[in-house]
């Protein structure tokens, strides 16, 4: 049987490793990077049907390359292996430049002056910028509210309402929302549920099985994991994508790099090695600090002591690589943490082999006014680390000189 023939049998692991297009006529092993961005035509004919649709072959790297075709389907089969058998649709993916392209591409190739869209309040800050200033600016309204609430969903949705959208966990704090309950709310007033997996990682949980319609990724984090590249990926039925984002990404060019595609597909070989290392970190480093006498709450959906401990068990693997703690002290005494951090960085960014720590209310959720910082729960003295893969001896060292230089 041909490699072609048996990617239907493989299991995830497999086809993380060997689902792309087929090799070129040189045989290589390692996927071939097209780093393209036009191509040529046998005839003036073919090119004629290239653009009537007649003809399956590539036009222009802005609506398709075949580098980044491989990183989409390495996406489709990791997120199609638990549910489709019974699922009834196809699931087709769309890669981009960045998360955010993605985020705004999902919203904005599907909403209409008129529509409405209900979201978690607890949201990366640009996602929040999304729905908060700018679809409104066309005309879509929106309304925030707390993810956790489920009475909140239901009493949010309007005969307009065509999205619901949220992360789980969320940024920084880490709430777990009902991804399947929220999904039923949704589909009961005929809105999409649209899922920001970027926290749980395609590993760890699946929206689809939930009941997501569409699942979005920043690339940018776990996926290429080393911190290189940008990129972005949005999965979704195949009729949504051939209805609605298909033509906008061709029509408005947030396409990704072929560059940068090949980068995330060859990290996904060893994504599902990568986030359980880094999870088994998470664990012992979160716990370490969970119980030092000057950190006053410690947020890991992995550890029982999580509000929602029971539903992160439920829908997700494990906990995850980030975990957020409160330093007590404020402001000043997370600083001084911080700042005596020898191994770890200070760095907004996450999911990247080198653990890295950010303070919300000074960097990721600056924009928010402080009342609506407070309401999700990031106070002045909020750390969020994501843990990269060293040793998690080195990692508990670190933190505890750093803690020793903090005076709260
Ligand atoms: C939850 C979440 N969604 C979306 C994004 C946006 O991704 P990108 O930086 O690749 O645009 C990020 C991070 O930046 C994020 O943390």
Request: charged share 25%; hydrophobic share 40%.
């Amino acid at each position: 049987m041909t490699e072609e023939n048996n990617k239907n049998k493989w299991r995830k692991s497999t086809n993380l490793v060997h689902e792309a297009e087929p090799r070129t006529a040189y045989g290589e092993t390692g996927e071939a990077l097209f780093l393209t961005s036009g191509y040529v035509y046998d005839s003036a004919e073919q090119a004629q049907a290239r653009f009537l649709g007649e003809d399956d072959g590539y036009q222009y790297s802005r609506f398709g390359n075949p580098t980044v075709r491989s990183f989409e389907k390495r996406m489709i089969a990791l997120e199609s292996a638990d549910f489709e058998p019974d699922a009834g649709f196809e699931i087709d993916a769309r890669a981009t430049a960045t998360g955010m392209a993605a985020v705004a591409a999902s919203m904005l190739c599907y909403l209409k002056t008129g529509d409405h869209v209900v979201a978690a309040e607890a949201l990366f800050g640009s996602c929040r910028y999304i729905i908060e200033t700018l679809l409104p600016r066309y005309g879509i309204k929106t309304t925030l509210i707390d993810g956790t609430d489920l009475t909140a969903w239901e009493r949010a949705a309007l005969p307009e309402t065509k999205i619901f959208f949220l992360e789980s966990p969320t940024n920084p704090m880490l709430d777990i929302l009902d991804i399947e309950a929220i999904a039923e709310i949704a589909h009961r007033h005929d809105a999409l549920m649209a899922v920001d997996n970027v926290f749980a990682t395609p590993i760890l949980q699946n929206p689809f099985t939930l009941g997501a319609d569409i699942v979005i990724y920043s690339a940018t984090k776990h996926i290429d994991g080393q911190g290189r590249c940008l990129g972005g990926i949005v999965l979704a039925r195949k009729d949504w994508i051939d209805d609605h984002l298909a033509n906008f990404i061709r029509q408005t060019g947030p396409s990704i790099s072929p560059f940068n595609a090949w980068v995330m597909l060859k990290s996904l070989e060893t994504l599902e090695l990568r986030v359980h290392a880094h999870c088994d970190r998470a664990e012992k480093l979160s716990e370490a600090l969970r119980v030092h006498p000057k950190v006053s709450r410690l947020i890991y959906p992995g550890n029982p002591s999580h509000p929602h401990y029971k539903l992160a068990q439920k829908q997700m693997q494990r906990g995850g690589s980030l975990f957020s703690f409160e330093v007590n002290g404020g402001q000043k005494a997370a600083f001084q943490l911080a700042n005596h951090l020898q191994l770890v960085k200070i760095s907004n960014n996450l999911g990247d082999a080198k653990t890295l720590i950010t303070h919300p209310s000074t960097t990721t959720h600056q924009k928010l006014e402080e009342q609506d910082r407070l309401k999700v729960g990031i106070t002045p003295g909020t750390l969020r680390v994501s843990v990269g893969l060293e040793d998690p001896h080195d990692l508990i060292d670190d933190f505890m000189q750093a803690l020793e230089s903090v005076n709260s």
